[in-house]
């Protein structure tokens, strides 16, 4: 293993330890949690009982000690909605929103990168300007609009695609796009204008004079090139999915994943369960940003911090 | 008679811009014959690079080939009908070597792979074949352990090796002719003088005809055989490169012989051509160069056709030629150089050293230090000029920026008219600023394109609190400007609206604000063309002896230093190798590496390439 990917995996690391401590921090910060969790009309012996339960009667370095164990081996509790252990639900939930989130961002790949180069080869032509407009279109569009739009459009009027829940592939499919479409219009602006100085770049030049054919410069070269920028985007807009937009769209759609999870546990004033969303959404984030640290690698043969 | 290998028929290439419609190329025709080795000679802006683009096909919008052809073997490549023949031929008949082999290469893969997709789209090898042949081209150029360089990628070769690289990724279709735009201007002389050398030996073996497209008349002496000069998107003369070089016909060939410096002479003026080419929106209509010309007559109201000449070979667009050679350069006034002074120097450095970290290899290892400079130290009496010399990473400009204290010195002490300046604090340094001036080496990127030049010459009265009085800085400025050389309304106008040249004189200028003693140059004139560089040269000798002032004058262009400078000081890896008075310095240095130096430097003087290839 290279030092380049033991220094980033090293930094994920301290990125997770900081999100134990912050996540311990915010909890203890945000008020008294069990006048958030206990009913209003909850007796003084209820709510010491439960604060026992929850261990906050405690010595609060005693507390961290015993929370961060407890999250070492994944124990985050037990949800107080469901009364079950919240890596439970967890578990159940979570494949639905990787599912729909990786679906998601492969749609917006495969429609902005296309679209971008295609824009990029006659900057200003009549290509270049529709990709333009639709990307302004796609960036002021507030994201549960479109949900909604897509509902009506195709649920109810076309009748070609149920309206919300899970299921066989038709279900996943408005979600996804709702998901792909405003990162799509985000990341076709910076293929483009990627694409455009790559095309532009005096190897470019040299690799016309050498007479190869244009898709091979295009394809093979030039978007190469274009692919530490466009992996950078792409990966941000994939965090920004997992870790806010599903909360949006799988509550639109009713999609049974962590996002819809958290809105019902902040309905229910689950902090347990949500303190665990929040956190494995974390880890998922810092994942993302491993992976895609050792994919500019792949491409990059210039990144290299060390020797093996 | 036999079909030329190239013909060029009186081509147009415009270009369509906002401000106009620029005629970049206007109708140059010229032959090639199998082997020939051609010199396309001219300043920046005068067509070159756009002629050999477009008999490669690679003219891109905005600009077109509006008229004339290119004729390879007898057959077009111009228009959508020769699209398939031209495919065919460029790239594979016609190979293309360019001026920057930094960028040339794609980064992302290996040298062996960029070689070999050459070999698999025009010679139809298979990826391992190809792999075996690229190792074979790379061994051809004089790159060691072929093999194992065959895997490597661009960032792991140094400049002079990428344009090896590259020279080889030409030769891997074996072309008949290789078309060379500006090979070794991004390169260091010695380096140069290898490629030029490469490329003489390849031209010979080969039998491979070379169009070598430079601005360096000492290029063109150690390469080709013939030469054609190019001025305002027209040949103006062309020829043996012989008579070219030693016996020019047209003023303007004969004004960059003459602007171009040598190594043969010490302090003297170069001569110039006088004012700037002209703008290339207007359609033709008298000699583009009689503006500039001193042997303009009525005649040349009419543009002169390019006709054969009455005596000899080549051709000639002059209706009143220069009857014999002019003198490469005038004596100056004071041509010994000022030496041996009674007073203290100006600036003393003794053992400055500039060190910089560069990283570590490994969690636990040891931090690497960047010796940019190591332990050097030199004096610069008050009135002359230290001409400071090195290959790029030599660590001459940091020298520089030490004295200037825009770096802070690792070690060793800088003495500045008796004052220690290397522990000076904030104030002292700041006065100490006024007697201290630089000029850059880019005039394009060193002034603000949002001042004007007013601001920009006037800025440092009102930084230092000299003067802040409107009607005086106006007054002064105008002073400055006409010192160098500027139209008074220059004052008025942003940087955009000059030329490199006049944008220069700008930087000169605002130098010369504070009324400094000593000025460092820091390559003040690499990026100017010939004839505008030998007027920038010798404004800085006016303005020396005018002001007595003193120059430090770092450059790579032996040549220039050797014009301007009255000792000269070599650098390399950090240190002053050799140091002494230019004539000596010249004509028998000390150490080797200073000779391999002077050796390098291509020059009109030397032999053409037929009697070098022996």
Redo the contacts between chains.
């Keep these: 293993m290279s030092w380049y990917i033991f220094n980033r995996l090293w930094q994920g690391v301290i990125v997770v330890l900081s999100v134990v401590v912050v996540v311990f921090v915010l909890t203890r910060l945000i008020g008294d949690p069990v006048r958030v969790m206990l009913p209003l009309e909850a007796t003084p012996e209820q709510r010491a009982l439960f604060e026992a339960q929850l261990g906050l009667d405690r010595p609060i370095l005693e507390q961290f000690v015993t929370y961060v164990r407890d999250v070492a081996v994944l124990d985050f509790g037990e949800s107080l909605w469901q009364r079950r252990p919240v890596i439970e639900i967890i578990a159940e939930r979570a494949p639905a929103t990787v599912l729909l989130s990786v679906v998601a961002i492969a749609f917006a790949v495969l429609m902005a990168v296309p679209l971008g180069v295609v824009a990029a080869l006659r900057p200003e032509g009549l290509v270049d300007r529709i990709v333009v407009v639709i990307s302004l279109l796609g960036l002021s569009i507030p994201q549960f609009w479109l949900g909604l739009l897509f509902i009506v459009f195709f649920s109810l009027m076309l009748g070609w695609l149920p309206t919300s829940g899970a299921g066989g592939i038709d279900h996943l499919i408005l979600p996804a796009l709702t998901l792909a479409l405003p990162a799509m219009t985000r990341m076709v602006m910076v293929v483009r204008s990627t694409m455009i100085d790559q095309l532009n770049a005096q190897y470019v030049k040299v690799l016309r004079a050498k007479g190869m054919r244009p898709w091979r410069v295009v394809a093979v070269h030039a978007l190469r090139n274009s692919a530490v920028p466009i992996l950078t985007i792409a990966g941000w807009e994939f965090i920004r999915i997992v870790s806010g937009y599903t909360v949006v769209v799988e509550t639109v759609f009713a999609w049974p994943g962590l996002g819809l999870t958290a809105i019902q546990a902040i309905e229910r004033q689950d902090l347990i369960l949500l303190q665990a969303i929040v956190f494995v959404t974390s880890i998922a984030v810092v994942v993302i940003n491993i992976g895609l640290d050792i994919l500019y690698k792949a491409i990059d043969p210039r990144i290299e911090i060390g020797s093996q | 008679m036999t079909e030329p290998l190239l013909r060029v028929d009186a081509l147009e290439v415009e270009f369509l811009t906002r401000s106009g419609r620029v005629h970049a190329v206007r109708g140059i025709s010229f032959d090639m014959a199998p082997g020939q080795a051609l010199g396309l000679v001219g300043e920046s802006g005068c067509g070159k690079s756009v002629t050999s683009q477009a008999i490669?096909g690679?003219v891109q919008l905005p600009g077109r080939i509006t008229a004339g052809d290119v004729r390879w073997k007898g057959k077009s490549l111009i228009g959508p009908e020769a699209d398939a023949y031209r495919?065919d031929v460029?790239?594979?008949d016609i190979?293309?070597v360019?001026q920057?082999p930094m960028?040339?290469?794609?980064?992302?893969?290996t040298v062996g792979d960029q070689i070999g997709?050459?070999l698999v789209?025009?010679l139809g090898l298979s990826p391992a074949a190809a792999r075996i042949r690229a190792i074979e081209l790379l061994d051809r150029v004089h790159i060691r352990e072929p093999e194992k360089r065959v895997d490597q990628?661009p960032?792991e070769f140094s400049g002079g090796m990428r344009q090896r690289v590259?020279i080889a990724?030409a030769l891997a279709?074996e072309p008949d002719l290789l078309i060379a735009d500006e090979p070794t201007t991004a390169l260091d002389v010695t380096v140069q003088a290898g490629i030029l050398d490469l490329l003489a030996e390849l031209q010979r073996d080969l039998s491979l005809a070379v169009l070598m497209i430079t601005h360096d008349l000492g290029v063109v002496a150690r390469l080709c055989q013939d030469v054609a000069v190019m001025y305002a998107g027209e040949i103006v003369e062309d020829g043996p490169a012989e008579r070219m070089l030693h016996r020019p016909a047209h003023p303007y060939t004969a004004g960059l012989v003459s602007a171009t410096p040598t190594l043969a002479l010490t302090r003297h003026r170069l001569r110039t051509i006088d004012g700037q080419p002209p703008d290339l929106r207007r359609p033709r209509g008298p000699c583009s160069f009689r503006p500039r010309c001193a042997n303009a007559v009525a005649a040349c109201a009419e543009a002169p056709a390019l006709e054969a000449r009455s005596e000899g070979a080549g051709r000639l667009a002059c209706y009143n030629p220069i009857a014999q050679k002019a003198n490469g350069a005038i004596p100056a006034a004071d041509a010994a150089p000022r030496l041996g002074r009674e007073e203290a120097p100006l600036v003393e450095v003794r053992n400055l050293s500039v060190h910089y970290p560069i990283?570590?290899?490994?969690?636990f290892?040891k931090r690497e230090i960047l010796k940019a400079v190591d332990g050097v130290s030199f004096d610069i009496w008050p009135g002359e000029t230290l001409g400071l010399v090195g290959e790029s990473g030599s660590g001459k400009t940091t020298t520089g920026r030490a004295i200037l204290r825009a770096v802070p010195p690792t070690a060793g002490s800088i003495k500045f008219d008796g004052q220690e300046i290397t522990s000076l604090g904030r104030e002292p340094l700041r006065r100490l600023r006024r007697d201290m001036q630089i000029i850059f080496q880019d005039p394009y990127s060193s002034l603000n394109p949002r001042m004007t030049v007013q601001d920009i010459v006037a800025e440092p009265l009102i930084v230092h609190g000299i003067e802040t009085n409107p009607d005086r800085l106006r007054e002064r400025v105008a002073r400055l400007l006409e010192l160098v050389g500027l139209p008074a309304d220059a004052a008025e106008r942003h940087p955009h609206a000059f030329s490199g040249g006049q944008r220069q004189r700008v930087g000169i200028a605002r130098a010369l604000t504070l009324e400094p003693r000593f000025i460092i140059a820091d390559e003040p004139v690499s990026a100017l063309d010939v004839s505008i560089r030998a007027q920038v040269v010798n404004l800085m000798q006016d303005l020396q002896a005018q002001l007595g002032l003193t120059y430090l004058f770092i450059a790579h262009d032996l040549a220039v230093v050797r014009h301007i400078a009255d000792r000269v000081a070599i650098m390399k890896a950090g240190q002053i190798i050799e140091i002494g008075p230019v004539d000596e310095v010249y004509a028998n240095p000390m150490e080797d590496y200073t000779r391999a130096l002077l050796d390098a430097v291509p020059e009109i003087g030397d032999p053409p390439a037929r009697a070098a290839g022996g």
């Design positions: 490669m690679l495919q460029c790239g594979r190979a293309m360019f920057d960028t040339s290469l794609d980064p992302l893969f997709e050459v789209r025009h990628y960032h590259l990724m279709s990283g570590r290899r490994g969690l290892a």
